[in-house]
T-cell receptor, first 115, second 110 residues
């Protein structure tokens, strides 16, 4: 398997623009997680899905952020409108049964810069 | 909230063993203990996990205290490539959320 695939790897955009980050989890994994990492706040869990259903979105910063998982092989994280404080590396990870010891596999991340 | 306590940073010499401690006093009987690490400019990667017994894999060993309120990640012979932030994951308390704290930044001296 190719692992968790994220795109784009880098994105530079201007404040107010819409940003869409994409993630393809490992085939067969039924959990998908979106994290955000900054120097100030570290690695934050934004939202996670189980069997394509959002389970906990309490980490989503505000209404400008939304995430979807239309099928088992694809998820998006959208920011509309984007702001400079959204600049961060966004990671997607997938897993089988994390509460039973299943490990998370991370993608390489999408580095977002909002000017 | 379930939390872990780790030193902010540690230093070790190359080719020497490294013992990275973690306290997780709120752990329940069914919580696994997970460790991840993050190399520079990469996403986190799984290192090891355990429940009650000590565990070994190709990357590291995990020593779990008898009361399970603490654990130690052991790198038997640290190399420069082991320089990373090591995260001990807080107990999930039957949740599926894997939360990352600040971790321990490990510096390896040549």
């Amino acid at each position: 398997d190719a692992g968790v695939i994220q795109s784009p790897r880098h994105e530079v955009t201007e404040m107010g623009q819409e940003v869409t980050l994409r993630c393809k989890p490992i085939s067969g994994h039924d959990y998908l997680f979106w994290y955000r990492q900054t120097m100030m706040r570290g690695l934050e869990l934004l939202i996670y899905f189980n069997n394509n259903v959002p389970i906990d979105d309490s980490g989503m910063p505000e209404d400008r952020f939304s995430a979807k998982m239309p099928n088992a092989s694809f998820s998006t994280l959208k920011i509309q409108p984007s702001e400079p404080r959204d600049s961060a590396v966004y990671f997607c990870a997938s897993s089988l049964a994390p509460d039973l010891g299943g490990e998370l596999f991370f993608g390489e991340g999408s580095r977002l810069t909002v000017l | 909230d379930a939390k872990t306590t780790q030193p902010n940073s540690m230093e070790s010499n190359e080719e020497e063993p490294v013992h990275l401690p973690c306290n997780h006093s709120t752990i329940s009987g069914t919580d696994y203990i997970h460790w991840y690490r993050q190399l520079p400019s990469q996403g986190p990667e799984y290192v090891i996990h355990g429940l009650t017994s000590n565990v070994n894999n190709r990357m590291a060993s995990l020593a779990i205290a008898e009361d399970r309120k603490s654990s130690t990640l052991i790198l038997h012979r640290a190399t420069l490539r082991d320089a990373a932030v090591y995260y001990c994951i807080p107990p999930m308390n039957r949740d599926d959320k894997i939360i990352f704290g600040k971790g321990t930044r490990l510096h390896i001296l040549p």
